[in-house]
């Protein structure tokens, strides 16, 4: 297979690197410091015992490469506007789009039933330009539990875990899903596949949408957030107010906090993704987290009162640090001229 990654962090550069070692043909598309490293070294990953190095054909020109058999979508979320400028050139009739990122994807409400079918996420897919450029039906939903980080650009560091969920937007069981797990297992993952792919990354979505932004703020590792009894009882009180969200758009969640805390606090001192970004000067993956599910919150008609105040906080603190857009701002006289205008 001709299997292209879109960006080569954390995640895409540990999947790449062990499809490259199951044999298929791997390409790369990259830019800056990350390229450089990738055509003079290759995919390089490190675990506690094991080196792995595997050759790539790294460019970042797309249209270089031709139509893809598989394209794995692994940058942050806000550069996912610029991938879908660039992408046309990788995808044909049969090509496989796998995104591994975090958050909510823009094909959510895609392929699915009910009152808000169709419907197109703002936060995540602003003016629709995602929904245009790669549609639904070349989407394979894919869901990643692990811990990795960049330790330098195509480097690769691997603490535990290589589980993939995958399954189809609509929930329906395919061949491509099939002969698409296979692959991966053959490179050495633990694949399920879901038939409720939703639920899977609403699940996965519920248990870090609170901590991932609270470590952004404050600097604190999983262990200290959780074994604070305040900011754990706000973490709480986020998770129930998500879980009431999901059930309204058919992503029920059975487990309680309580009972995902217990389980994330095994984790020890982990760093968040989105802490980890922080420390790097990157721009955070908030709107994917936390202003999405908010705007779904008001959409169905559930309360978000502790949401709100995590988005405020996590934006407020982005925003004067330079790793989120600044709100327009209102000034007084502008305020007052449209107040007169209106009245």
Request: aromatic content about 6%.
């Amino acid at each position: 297979m001709k299997i292209c990654l879109y960006g080569a962090g954390a995640v895409g550069g540990f999947i790449g690197a062990h499809l490259a070692k199951a044999g298929c043909e791997v390409n790369v598309v990259e830019v800056g410091a990350t390229l450089k490293a990738l055509q003079q070294h290759g995919i390089r990953v490190q675990k506690e015992t094991e080196f792995l190095q595997q050759k790539v054909n790294a460019t970042d020109n797309p249209a270089a490469l031709g139509v893809q058999d598989l394209i794995v979508i692994a940058v942050k979320a806000p550069t996912l506007v610029q991938v879908a400028k660039g992408i046309a050139p990788l995808i044909g009739p049969q090509t496989i789009v796998m995104p591994t990122m975090n958050g909510l994807p823009w094909w959510f409400f895609d392929g699915v039933g009910g009152p808000y079918a169709g419907t197109r996420l703002e936060a995540v897919d602003p003016g629709g330009a995602i929904a245009a450029a790669i549609p639904t039906h070349h989407v394979v939903g894919c869901v990643v539990h692990g811990s990795f980080w960049s330790r330098e650009p195509g480097l690769v560091g691997h603490g535990f875990g290589k589980h993939l969920v995958i399954g189809e937007p609509d929930g329906s069981e395919s061949e491509r899903t099939r002969s698409l797990a296979a692959l991966l297992s053959k490179a050495g993952f633990d694949v399920k596949l879901s038939r409720d792919i939703r639920t899977d990354i609403w699940f996965k979505l519920w248990g870090n949408m609170n901590t991932s932004p609270i470590s952004a703020i404050t600097g604190a590792t999983l262990d200290l957030i959780l074994d604070d009894p305040l900011v754990n009882r706000f973490c709480l009180n986020i998770m129930e107010e998500a879980a009431r969200i999901g059930e309204r758009v058919g992503c029920r969640i059975t487990q309680s906090g309580e009972e995902r805390n217990a389980m994330a606090r095994e984790l020890g001192a982990f760093k968040p993704s989105m802490l980890q970004d922080v420390e790097l000067g990157k721009q955070i993956e908030l709107d994917a987290h936390v202003t999405v599910v908010r705007d779904i919150g008001k959409m169905v008609g559930e309360p978000t009162t502790n949401i709100d105040i995590l988005l405020g906080l996590t934006r407020l603190y982005a925003q004067v640090h330079g790793l989120y857009p600044a709100l327009k701002r209102t000034t007084v006289a502008s305020a007052l001229t449209d107040f007169g205008r209106k009245h």
